[in-house]
């Protein structure tokens, strides 16, 4: 089956610094990338949708310029929190489009990775 | 509005029986499609079922059955023969249109307690 893998899986940083978080997909390639957000108790919600080789969707109010995203290439996006503040403290998990036809179940998630700013 | 509401915050449910996860949605989109996903303490997302708007039969898998009513606009979860892997929050989630690229909305999720 399609995995994505996020590295790191936990990060602790200070306050000021920048985070960056990788997500891989393993054995396919995706077109499609999407970054979410998860505060504790809480649903996903959706922060950007990053294509390949284009600049990335930011959903209503996720700030482009302290969520950095990058999707280089068809295996890789990177999130980088900029600047990091303790409200930026949270479990942000990618997804990955998986384009095989007859699948409709086509995203993947990540494991997710916990970030927690001091 | 919310697009995908779980009224469900907390549920229980006896080892080896079956519960029932609730979930409504809205949408104008004749084309959508329903997820729900699986989420343990680990925080991986766990996709478990699909039901497309146009699909006449319920989906299922294994010991996951959908029972989807398109005219009341839901799509509950039926786990059958609950174990106590179970226990974790389940998300439901709608994805708007035939595109593949387009994104999920989840609802609020509804916490599942399997008692041994």
């Known amino acids: 089956g399609a995995v994505v893998s996020q590295h790191p899986s936990w990060v602790i940083c200070k306050s000021g610094t920048s985070v960056k978080i990788e997500c891989r997909s393993l054995?396919?390639?995706?077109?499609?990338m999407f970054w979410y957000r998860q505060f504790p108790k809480q649903s996903l919600m959706l922060m950007a949708t990053?294509?390949?080789?284009?600049?990335?969707?930011?959903e209503q109010g996720v700030e482009k310029d302290k969520f950095l995203i990058n999707h280089a290439s068809l295996t890789l996006s990177t999130l980088t929190v900029t600047s990091a503040h303790p409200e930026d403290s949270s479990f942000y998990i990618c997804?990955?489009?998986?384009?095989?036809?007859?699948?409709?179940?086509?995203?993947?998630f990540g494991p997710g990775t916990r970030l927690t700013v001091t | 509005a919310q697009k995908i509401t779980q009224t469900q915050p907390g549920m229980f449910v006896q080892e080896k029986e079956a519960v029932t996860l609730d979930c409504t949605y809205d949408?104008?989109?004749?084309?959508?499609?329903l997820f729900w996903y699986k989420q343990p303490s680990s925080g991986e997302m766990i996709f478990l079922i699909y039901?497309?708007?146009?699909?006449?039969q319920n989906a299922t898998e294994g010991r996951y059955s959908l029972n989807f009513q398109k005219a009341r606009k839901s799509a509950n979860l039926v786990i059958s023969a609950s174990q106590l892997g179970d226990s974790a929050m389940y998300f439901c989630?709608?994805?708007?249109?035939?595109?593949?690229?387009?994104?999920?909305?989840f609802g609020g999720g509804t916490r599942l307690m399997v008692k041994p």
């Open positions: 054995d396919f390639q995706a077109t499609t």
């Open positions: 990053s294509n390949e080789g284009s600049k990335a969707t930011y």
């Open positions: 997804s990955a489009r998986v384009a095989l036809a007859g699948v409709p179940h086509e995203q993947y």
């Open positions: 039901q497309g708007s146009y699909d006449q």
């Open positions: 949408t104008s989109d004749p084309s959508y499609g």
């Open positions: 989630a709608m994805r708007e249109g035939n595109n593949a690229g387009n994104m999920l909305t």
